[in-house]
């Protein structure tokens, strides 16, 4: 596919290879590139002339090296694509990646030394992918309205906020075995508005409590809508707050909410954010132990991203470890990606602990997963979030995939 040529900046102190890759980029129908030898003279370029849609980056440069680069591209407010050029090890780039990431960079990936057209196609391609991207938020960004806390309030209040259901299934049958409940907010005038758009500022007002309990509220009245055959296997997940598993009174709430609606303990997991779990510890630990005691599945979710995993699965009585996309996709062709997830399925193992995969993208993620004996996934790849009007022809159309793609495990 023919890509529209981009503004791009090239840094290398090796004459030969700046020559190599403007006849590489000449050849792949870019035209508009600068070339430079000198660090000093990029930045200077970016600073007072153009900010460019990519920068090609050698990280081992004499006068200013690639991480001191990757500061002065974070001053500068640098919005374009990166990407790293080095004969440095997989270590070393995948440091500089996460470097440049935590600064705000939008990184897309490295060239190792010697280049190759195929590789800088490849970089093109994704870099045009991000431009047109941001071309797209920009023009979403001035549509977007910015909500007050008592806009979000009313539209509790009114029943405005609705659950979105995301599909599970498990790996190795292809079988759906439960949903993730995500709430939207079906505005009056505005539409179906995402999460982003009100989550923060609920939990910034301390309202995200009253969220949740919509959510479930939702779940209970949806549960009763369902065919007597689905609503039987309904398995939902709910994300808890920090206010939910604080508050000692929400296990006697949600007990009498769902024996109300004739809904069982068992048809929960409950979700909890591991970096939430490290304050008001006994009055979580409390909430904790009376929802296992009364038979809820609780989960660790985002399992890796907090800061002390290892004492939460010590503490803690979940029996579900909800793995982070982080982990899972394109594992396959990480190797650092690839140990951590293999170590925490052997460690779920050991604990006796159900797993689930989340951001499943590819057949190739789900392959491998399949392959390493996770035992749920969810993402992209099998569904996005849907209304639950839509979950019953959904399961249809996954039941065929499973087949014509032979996405069960086969003996």
Known sequence: MAIEPLSILALDDDTFILNMLGHLLRSLNQDRFRLFESAVDAIEYITKVESPDLVLLDINMPDIDGIQFIRLLKEQKFSGSLVFMSGEDELMHQTLLKLASLHGLNVIGSIYKPLSQYHLQQVLTRA????????????????????????IAKGIEAGEFVNYYQPKVCLISGNWVGVEALVRWLHPDDGVIGPAAFISKCEEFHMIGQLTEQVIENICRDHQSLPRDQAQSFRCAVNLSMDDISNVDFTDWILQRIRGCGLSSKSFVLEVTESRLVQNLIDVLDVLARLRLNRFKLSIDDFGTGHSSMLQLRDMPFDQLKIDRAFVHEAYE??????ILRTTLSLSTELDMEVVAEGIETVEDWRYLQAKGCEIGQGFFIARPMPLEQLYQWSIQWQERVQDEQLYQQC
């Open 128 to 151: 045009d992918k991000v431009l047109q991207s941001q071309n797209n938020h920009e023009a979403y960004s001035q549509q977007q309205k910015c909500y007050s806390i008592d806009e």
């Open 334 to 339: 990480d190797a650092r990606r690839n140990a």
